[in-house]
Protein backbone atom coordinates (compact mmCIF):
# COMPACT_ATOMS: atom_id res chain seq x y z
CA UNK A 1 0.00 0.00 0.00
CA UNK A 2 1.06 3.49 -0.19
CA UNK A 3 0.42 6.67 1.17
CA UNK A 4 0.83 10.18 0.25
CA UNK A 5 -0.34 13.69 2.48
CA UNK A 6 -2.18 16.64 1.54
CA UNK A 7 -4.35 20.00 2.15
CA UNK A 8 -7.37 19.85 -0.24
CA UNK A 9 -8.08 23.01 -1.93
CA UNK A 10 -11.10 25.44 -1.20
CA UNK A 11 -13.89 25.52 -3.80
CA UNK A 12 -14.07 27.66 -6.37
CA UNK A 13 -10.13 27.35 -6.48
CA UNK A 14 -10.10 22.96 -6.70
CA UNK A 15 -12.55 23.33 -9.43
CA UNK A 16 -10.36 25.51 -11.37
CA UNK A 17 -7.12 23.98 -11.45
CA UNK A 18 -9.40 20.56 -11.93
CA UNK A 19 -10.30 21.42 -15.23
CA UNK A 20 -6.54 22.40 -16.16
CA UNK A 21 -5.47 19.19 -14.46
CA UNK A 22 -8.09 17.34 -16.93
CA UNK A 23 -6.85 19.14 -19.94
CA UNK A 24 -3.25 18.23 -19.42
CA UNK A 25 -3.30 14.75 -17.06
CA UNK A 26 -6.42 13.31 -18.75
CA UNK A 27 -7.93 10.91 -15.44
CA UNK A 28 -7.43 12.81 -11.99
CA UNK A 29 -6.58 10.34 -9.33
CA UNK A 30 -7.43 12.38 -6.98
CA UNK A 31 -8.41 15.96 -6.24
CA UNK A 32 -6.55 18.99 -7.06
CA UNK A 33 -4.44 19.12 -3.44
CA UNK A 34 -1.29 21.18 -1.70
CA UNK A 35 1.10 17.88 -2.02
CA UNK A 36 3.06 17.98 1.84
CA UNK A 37 4.56 14.45 1.63
CA UNK A 38 4.79 12.31 -1.85
CA UNK A 39 3.55 8.82 -1.93
CA UNK A 40 6.04 6.09 -0.19
CA UNK A 41 4.90 2.46 0.67
CA UNK A 42 4.48 1.56 4.42
CA UNK A 43 7.42 -0.33 5.86
CA UNK A 44 7.39 -4.24 6.64
CA UNK A 45 6.17 -4.65 9.90
CA UNK A 46 3.67 -1.74 9.87
CA UNK A 47 0.29 -1.08 9.71
CA UNK A 48 -2.24 1.51 8.65
CA UNK A 49 -3.66 1.85 12.07
CA UNK A 50 -0.50 2.73 13.80
CA UNK A 51 0.27 5.35 10.58
CA UNK A 52 -3.30 7.00 11.13
CA UNK A 53 -2.84 6.89 14.72
CA UNK A 54 1.09 8.57 15.07
CA UNK A 55 -0.27 11.25 12.58
CA UNK A 56 -3.72 11.80 14.49
CA UNK A 57 -1.33 12.19 17.66
CA UNK A 58 1.42 14.88 15.81
CA UNK A 59 -1.06 16.76 13.62
CA UNK A 60 -3.23 17.85 16.67
CA UNK A 61 -0.58 19.99 17.91
CA UNK A 62 -0.35 21.64 14.56
CA UNK A 63 -2.13 25.06 14.11
CA UNK A 64 -4.26 26.01 10.38
CA UNK A 65 -1.80 27.93 8.63
CA UNK A 66 -2.77 30.52 5.58
CA UNK A 67 -1.22 28.66 2.07
CA UNK A 68 0.09 31.38 -0.48
CA UNK A 69 0.88 30.38 -3.40
CA UNK A 70 3.07 31.84 -6.26
CA UNK A 71 3.67 31.53 -9.55
CA UNK A 72 4.18 28.08 -11.82
CA UNK A 73 7.31 25.72 -10.98
CA UNK A 74 8.18 22.62 -12.09
CA UNK A 75 10.52 19.45 -11.39
CA UNK A 76 12.63 17.49 -13.75
CA UNK A 77 12.49 19.06 -17.05
CA UNK A 78 8.17 19.61 -17.16
CA UNK A 79 7.74 15.91 -15.76
CA UNK A 80 5.82 17.68 -12.88
CA UNK A 81 4.28 21.40 -13.65
CA UNK A 82 3.03 22.28 -10.38
CA UNK A 83 1.98 25.97 -8.31
CA UNK A 84 4.57 27.14 -6.31
CA UNK A 85 3.95 27.72 -2.76
CA UNK A 86 5.56 30.14 -0.17
CA UNK A 87 7.68 28.21 2.45
CA UNK A 88 5.99 30.36 5.39
CA UNK A 89 7.49 28.98 9.21
CA UNK A 90 3.82 27.51 9.81
CA UNK A 91 4.03 25.68 6.33
CA UNK A 92 7.91 24.28 6.77
CA UNK A 93 6.36 23.30 10.47
CA UNK A 94 3.66 21.18 9.63
CA UNK A 95 5.98 19.46 6.66
CA UNK A 96 8.44 18.84 9.60
CA UNK A 97 5.83 17.39 11.51
CA UNK A 98 4.78 15.20 8.90
CA UNK A 99 8.09 14.09 8.02
CA UNK A 100 9.39 13.48 11.62
CA UNK A 101 5.96 11.07 12.34
CA UNK A 102 5.82 9.03 9.67
CA UNK A 103 9.62 8.50 9.90
CA UNK A 104 10.15 4.64 9.75
CA UNK A 105 6.15 3.77 9.29
CA UNK A 106 6.71 4.82 5.91
CA UNK A 107 9.50 3.78 4.02
CA UNK A 108 11.21 6.39 2.16
CA UNK A 109 9.95 7.81 -1.01
CA UNK A 110 11.18 6.54 -4.41
CA UNK A 111 11.00 7.82 -8.20
CA UNK A 112 11.54 10.77 -9.88
CA UNK A 113 9.83 12.55 -7.02
CA UNK A 114 10.87 10.43 -4.24
CA UNK A 115 12.47 14.11 -2.90
CA UNK A 116 10.86 16.55 -4.39
CA UNK A 117 12.03 19.46 -2.39
CA UNK A 118 8.77 21.40 -1.26
CA UNK A 119 5.45 21.58 -1.24
CA UNK A 120 3.82 22.11 -4.52
CA UNK A 121 -0.14 21.98 -6.01
CA UNK A 122 0.86 19.66 -9.35
CA UNK A 123 -0.86 20.56 -12.88
CA UNK A 124 0.16 18.93 -15.71
CA UNK A 125 3.08 17.73 -17.37
CA UNK A 126 4.60 18.37 -20.77
CA UNK A 127 6.30 21.27 -22.32
CA UNK A 128 3.49 21.84 -24.62
CA UNK A 129 1.61 22.54 -20.60
CA UNK A 130 4.04 24.71 -19.76
CA UNK A 131 3.94 26.63 -22.85
CA UNK A 132 0.18 27.18 -22.59
CA UNK A 133 0.42 27.65 -18.40
CA UNK A 134 3.17 30.10 -18.13
CA UNK A 135 1.66 33.43 -18.49
CA UNK A 136 -1.08 32.57 -16.16
CA UNK A 137 -1.43 34.14 -12.73
CA UNK A 138 -1.76 31.01 -9.99
CA UNK A 139 -1.14 33.97 -6.91
CA UNK A 140 -3.62 32.76 -4.54
CA UNK A 141 -4.10 31.81 -0.59
CA UNK A 142 -6.12 29.50 1.10
CA UNK A 143 -6.60 28.80 4.91
CA UNK A 144 -5.01 24.85 5.44
CA UNK A 145 -7.15 23.94 8.31
CA UNK A 146 -7.11 19.79 8.01
CA UNK A 147 -4.33 17.31 6.51
CA UNK A 148 -5.72 14.40 4.00
CA UNK A 149 -4.12 10.94 4.20
CA UNK A 150 -4.33 9.05 1.38
CA UNK A 151 -3.64 5.52 0.17
CA UNK A 152 -3.92 2.84 -2.69
CA UNK A 153 -2.84 -0.37 -3.85
CA UNK A 154 -2.40 -0.52 -7.30
CA UNK A 155 -0.70 2.18 -10.03
CA UNK A 156 -4.10 2.17 -12.06
CA UNK A 157 -5.96 2.74 -8.92
CA UNK A 158 -8.01 5.84 -7.53
CA UNK A 159 -6.25 7.14 -4.54
CA UNK A 160 -8.95 6.97 -1.87
CA UNK A 161 -9.54 8.99 1.50
CA UNK A 162 -7.71 7.09 4.95
CA UNK A 163 -8.07 9.74 6.84
CA UNK A 164 -8.96 13.81 8.14
CA UNK A 165 -6.60 15.15 10.52
CA UNK A 166 -8.18 18.62 11.75
CA UNK A 167 -5.45 21.44 12.65
CA UNK A 168 -5.88 23.00 16.10
CA UNK A 169 -7.28 26.88 16.23
CA UNK A 170 -7.86 29.21 18.76
CA UNK A 171 -11.10 29.18 21.22
CA UNK A 172 -12.76 32.01 19.20
CA UNK A 173 -12.22 29.35 15.88
CA UNK A 174 -9.67 31.55 14.80
CA UNK A 175 -6.18 30.17 13.19
CA UNK A 176 -3.51 31.09 15.20
CA UNK A 177 -1.67 31.97 11.91
Not at 125 to 154: I, P, S, Y
Amino acid sequence: MRYYLSALLPEPLAQKLAVIKRRWLGEIASPPHLTLLPPRSLAPERSESELVGILSKDLSAVAAFPVVMTRLGSFRRMSNIHIRVERTPALVSCHQTIALAVQGILLPAEGDFGHLPSPHISLARGKDAWRALRGEDFADRFLCQTVHLWGKENTGERWRQIGVFHLHRNKDGQSPA
